[in-house]
């Protein structure tokens, strides 16, 4: 049976992805769901998306949704490119990309990020980067809560939601948090999986670990940051 696997905020530790990637051990008929922030505070923004694009000419399934960080990408790109606004973006995202400027991003890279979508839902479940806005009526109607919105839990309409289970990242969360909130799926139907993976030097405290969601066994995966050049 094909498994549907999310993964969040990978921010550039392509290492690490790697390694959970070989933990899970992808198949053809498995749906990767990438819940965004593949870029930025890691040391391999490029790697991670030429791995994702490689992933999907494989013929490998996969829905790569946008997050804050690709949004802010668009924006900074946007601002060089139209306002002739300089020195946009993350030093370290930039470095990645062998550029000094973000205006001179290759343009298929500039299309990846502005062409991903900002969520994606079926029957049981919805998949967004960092949560829903419950204050609108349509809580799909704010895009930009849909990828930076936090502290949102109180306000869950479980009318509007359903049956269906909310699945994001955005707001890091130790190992001990993600296993609570699995826990607890079936009343509260809300995970973030978040695990902060850019932190590898908060693994004591639960954080610094990549986590995959196998929705399908409600299974949950964890990988420590593996890199070797990590700043934080």
């Given at each position: 049976?094909?498994?549907?696997?999310?993964?969040?905020?990978?921010?550039?530790?392509?290492?690490?992805?790697?390694?959970?990637?070989?933990?899970?051990?992808?198949?053809e008929?498995?749906?990767?769901f990438?819940?965004?922030?593949?870029?930025?505070?890691?040391?391999?923004?490029?790697?991670?998306?030429?791995?994702i694009?490689?992933?999907?000419?494989?013929?490998?399934?996969?829905?790569?949704?946008?997050?804050?960080?690709?949004?802010?990408?668009?924006?900074?790109?946007?601002?060089?490119?139209?306002?002739?606004?300089?020195?946009?973006?993350?030093?370290?995202?930039?470095?990645?990309?062998?550029?000094?400027?973000?205006?001179?991003?290759?343009?298929?890279?500039?299309?990846?990020?502005?062409?991903?979508?900002?969520?994606?839902?079926?029957?049981?479940?919805i998949?967004?980067?960092?949560?829903?806005?419950?204050?609108?009526?349509?809580?799909?109607?704010?895009?930009?809560?849909?990828?930076?919105?936090?502290?949102?839990?109180?306000?869950?309409?479980?009318?509007?939601?359903?049956?269906r289970?909310?699945?994001?990242?955005h707001?890091?969360?130790?190992i001990?948090?993600?296993?609570?909130?699995?826990?607890?799926?079936?009343?509260?139907?809300?995970?973030?999986?978040?695990?902060?993976?850019?932190?590898?030097?908060?693994?004591g405290?639960?954080?610094?670990?990549?986590?995959?969601?196998?929705w399908?066994?409600?299974?949950?995966?964890?990988?420590e940051?593996?890199?070797?050049?990590?700043?934080?």
């Open positions: 049976m094909h498994r549907k696997i999310f993964i969040s905020d990978i921010h550039g530790c392509l290492d690490t992805f790697n390694e959970l990637l070989k933990q899970l051990a992808l198949k008929e498995d749906h990767l990438l819940l965004g922030d593949y870029i930025d505070r890691g040391p391999h923004s490029k790697g991670v998306i030429d791995r694009i490689e992933l999907k000419k494989a013929n490998f399934k996969l829905t790569t949704l946008r997050g804050n960080h690709e949004q802010g990408l668009i924006y900074d790109y946007i601002s060089e490119t139209v306002k002739g606004w300089k020195d946009m973006a993350e030093e370290a995202m930039k470095r990645s990309f062998g550029i000094e400027r973000l205006e001179q991003l290759p343009k298929p890279y500039f299309e990846f990020f502005n062409e991903l979508p900002i969520f994606h839902q079926e029957d049981d479940f998949a967004v980067h960092a949560g829903l806005n419950f204050r609108y009526e349509n809580p799909f109607q704010s895009e930009e809560d849909l990828m930076w919105i936090r502290d949102w839990y109180k306000n869950i309409d479980y009318n509007w939601l359903g049956e289970v909310i699945i994001h990242g707001t890091p969360q130790t001990q948090e993600i296993e609570k909130q699995f826990g607890e799926l079936d009343e509260k139907r809300v995970i973030d999986i978040d695990a902060g993976a850019f932190l590898s030097q908060q693994k405290n639960g954080l610094g670990h990549l986590c995959a969601f196998d399908t066994n409600k299974q949950l995966y964890f990988q940051n593996v890199e070797k050049d990590n700043k934080y």
